[in-house]
């Protein structure tokens, strides 16, 4: 518990001080900001001391669940012991080798090697260099060219909002930069038309070999994507589509990134998505689950093809951050998956509670304004529509979707809304009573935008 006396005008000092990522500033400090003072399981308090259940998991990322001492014990003791040292000029601290090898022994055999960042962002601009360098080193330098998705998302960077498929991002700030082009996302609930999951699946998978084709083979370095696409709104793929991407990029010589912020971790019941998907990435950005949140950091898997070039071949990387692989992040992050290891988080995910909330979560499907409701682990969303049968969609989908989110929070439950999408993604630790309130709060929410766009 924290004893420091309460600051009764901190929304006052925030509206004052503090510019908020992703905010409209005015019209939050019109409104005021909510201030969360503490947490427990998945649970945070805000400073009115109204509690609510945070299905979100923070951002994403408190996979393990909050209030974790142990976590807090492990930073502090090496805090104590070596606060910093930097791994740059022949040094190493040994939070940062062990996090690296803890890492590698999860990815399935080929992704030996980690590269660390302090965020997704920083990992992506990583990966970006990285992609670019090993072509470059083979004797390719004309192969710099990147292809990305429409609505994904990849970070706030230059080159992560590049990279990012979110139009108001590109502009603001003259993006995308050069390189960077974006094909079509696997949305079949709103793009499929009359084509089967499944179909659909494979033509939006066809429009990486077009676009491949339209830049040339010898000039594109890599393909990114999320496995499943998160920010853009849980956008889960059809069956056919990794399988194909993956049978694309190796057949044409391209760089697979399974971009894992968001995937890895759990929270697919697997310890990356790309498991999941049976698909084998080149390249791996991963953040977020790494230290469930209590401190930043994040890295880029790279498989032995690419790390034997980078090792071999490229001579000294030009590329760091002060903050790589901080001992004390490296040391917290260590703790958290150790707690995923010894509470068997991943299989819990995979055989226990990500089935519970699939039936959970299911079951919304039959509210007169769910169109869809689906999930793998714990990342699900429900799609909002307007016409079941037609899957016709509001015409509003920005107010439809803030509309059942406030629902939600004004209820103690943290949902998010992306459009007319209402997503999912709990901490690992969730209980089953705790996602039947999710679910039901959720319930009451559908009913309220029912009995509002009736009225
Ligand atoms: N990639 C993905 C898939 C993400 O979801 C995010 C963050 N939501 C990022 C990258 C960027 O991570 P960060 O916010 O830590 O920079």
């Known amino acids: 518990m924290n004893d420091a006396p309460k600051i009764s005008n901190l929304a006052a000092i925030d509206a004052a001080h503090h510019l908020h990522p992703f905010s409209d500033m005015k019209q939050l400090n019109a409104k005021g900001t909510r201030i969360i003072e503490r947490a427990e399981g998945v649970f945070i308090y805000d400073s009115t001391g109204k509690r ?3 299905a979100f998991a923070g951002l994403w990322c408190v996979n393990v669940g909050y209030g974790r001492t142990s976590i807090a014990e492990a930073a502090r003791r090496q805090m104590e012991e070596l606060p910093y040292y930097n791994s740059f000029f022949g040094t190493t601290t040994p939070p940062a080798t062990l996090l ?14 980690i590269f660390f960042t302090n965020s997704g962002s920083e990992a992506t601009d990583t990966w970006f260099r990285i992609a670019r360098v090993y072509w470059k080193a083979l004797g390719k330098p004309e192969k710099t060219e990147v292809i990305a998705r429409k609505n994904g998302y990849h970070g706030s960077t230059v080159a992560g909002a590049s990279l990012g498929g979110m139009k108001l991002m590109h502009e603001q700030g003259n993006l995308p930069i050069e390189g960077v082009h974006h094909i079509g996302q696997p949305y079949w609930y709103a793009e499929g ?6 179909e659909f699946g494979l033509k939006v998978a066809r429009e990486l070999e077009a676009k491949i084709d339209e830049l040339g083979e010898d000039r594109v370095a890599a ?10 709104g849980v956008i889960i793929p059809p069956d056919t589509y990794w399988p194909k991407i993956a049978r694309i990029c190796k057949a044409r010589n391209i760089l697979l990134v399974s971009d894992e912020v968001i995937c890895g971790f759990g929270r697919l019941g697997s310890w990356f998505g790309y498991q999941h998907f049976g698909i084998e990435p080149d390249l791996a950005p991963i953040a977020k689950g790494l230290s469930s949140g209590y401190l930043p950091i994040g890295g880029v898997m790279v498989s032995d093809r690419v790390a034997d070039v980078m090792v ?4 000294e990387f030009y590329h760091g951050f002060t903050y790589s692989g901080h001992p004390v992040c490296a040391a917290a992050a260590l703790e958290n998956i ?11 995910v995979r055989d226990d509670i990500g089935p519970y909330f699939a039936a959970a979560w299911k079951s919304l499907e039959d509210h007169e304004v ?12 429900v799609q909002l529509a307007a016409d079941k049968a037609t899957r016709r969609r509001y015409s509003k989908p920005d107010d439809i979707g803030t509309l059942v989110r406030n629902h939600c929070v004004e209820n103690g439950v943290i949902l998010r809304a992306t459009g007319d999408r209402m997503l999912a993604s709990p901490a690992l630790t969730i209980s089953r009573s705790e996602v039947d309130q999710v679910v039901e709060k959720l319930r009451h929410a559908l009913d309220h935008l029912r009995d509002t766009v009736t009225a």
Do not use: W
């Open 223 to 232: 393909f990114v994507a999320e496995p499943i696409q998160g920010a853009g």
């Open 338 to 348: 150790r707690i995923i290891e010894d509470e068997g988080l991943v299989e819990r």
């Open 52 to 54: 609510y259940l945070d």
């Open 193 to 198: 038309g009359d084509l089967t999951p499944d």
């Open 312 to 315: 071999n071949e490229l001579g």
């Open 100 to 113: 690296a090898q803890k890492i590698a022994s999860h990815t399935g055999g080929k992704l030996n090697r």
């Open 370 to 381: 769910v169109g869809q409701a689906e999930s793998v682990g714990l990342m699900g969303a």
